[in-house]
């Protein structure tokens, strides 16, 4: 089982383009305000720095791909020690086009930023991807992979060219992006005394890697530590200790988790009764999968599916 893969699709996330930043030359800066999920910029043309709070600036060239898993308060400028004009006056001032490219104007070379954002379903406690992940990622483009350079390129170029689909294209591209953008970080990633316990740079261990694996593929299995611990041959405490260790959660609460996003993705995208996503998920009564539902989400399962279709009509 891919978690990674599963995880995404359990929680609903989405890439959507917000639009662009062209330039033409290095007077100019926009500032962002404090986002309510993950913002990105993948710097199609040309070069520029972003900077946030008490950090210095960040050079960013074509090709960069950056994420901010929090949505962090952050500035785009053409050159350091530029002003920055808030978003909002920005697109008052110069009204974007017909494409969402927002012409600031200039006479050098060209700039032009690619910028959205992901949004998801699922709990108000954070995305469990986003929330695993640093404050920043970028990762350059000549560093990147061949499969993320590639992407890196059609992305700029249907950004570019506004043919028919393009922006359809574009759009899921950016899902591809994030987990490719993901995947790079991982792969620099130090071990989870550098980085922080989570299921996410777990997935490096490779017996702590494989027990997740094997939840996500069977949630609803009556797993136990010692079952767990003996699939992936280790002993019952060696294993607690090692998965609490490199995931921040004992293998009982994160497979309550697994369990619980399964359900919430079963009750957006089915019309399967609540009684029968319980048996689905591992629980061997509605009443008590409603309880962790609630526990969970702040919400019945009824509810939620209600409140969830409401939002999408």
Request: proline letters at 7%.
């Amino acid at each position: 089982m891919d978690v990674l893969a599963d995880v995404l699709a359990a929680t609903g996330l989405k890439g959507v383009l917000l639009g662009q930043l062209r330039s033409l030359g290095s007077g100019w800066g926009c500032a962002l305000e404090q986002l309510d999920t993950a913002g990105f910029h993948l710097i199609a043309e040309g070069a520029c720095w972003l900077q946030i709070a008490d950090a210095p600036p960040m050079q960013l060239v074509s090709g960069d791909v950056v994420l901010l898993p929090r949505g962090t308060p952050h500035t785009l400028i053409g050159a350091p020690d530029e002003d920055a004009l808030p978003y909002a006056e920005l697109k008052a001032a110069h009204p974007p086009d017909r494409s969402g490219v927002l012409n600031l104007g200039g006479n050098g070379p060209v700039v032009r930023v690619v910028c959205g954002q992901f949004h998801y379903a699922g709990s108000t406690d954070g995305h469990p991807v986003l929330s695993a992940l640093p404050e920043i990622i970028h990762v350059p483009g000549m560093s990147a992979d061949p499969q993320l350079q590639g992407v890196i390129r059609i992305l700029a170029a249907e950004t570019r060219n506004g043919q028919p689909g393009s922006r359809a294209v574009a759009t899921r591209l950016t899902e591809v992006l994030f987990v490719l953008t993901v995947r790079a970080w991982l792969e620099r990633a130090g071990s989870a005394d550098e980085t922080g316990p989570s299921w996410l740079t777990a997935l490096r261990d490779p017996r702590i890697g494989t027990a997740l694996s094997l939840m996500h593929e069977e949630p609803q299995r009556d797993w136990t530590v010692a079952s767990l611990a003996h699939t992936v041959a280790m002993s019952r405490p060696a294993f607690a200790r090692q998965f609490k260790a490199v995931v921040g959660l004992t293998p009982l609460a994160y497979l309550s988790r697994v369990r619980i996003d399964l359900a919430a993705r079963l009750l957006r995208d089915t019309a399967d009764p609540v009684g029968e996503i319980a048996q689905a998920v591992g629980y061997s009564s509605e009443f008590a999968f409603s309880r962790a539902f609630s526990r969970e989400h702040g919400i019945a399962p009824g509810r939620y599916r209600r409140s969830t279709l409401a939002a999408r009509s």
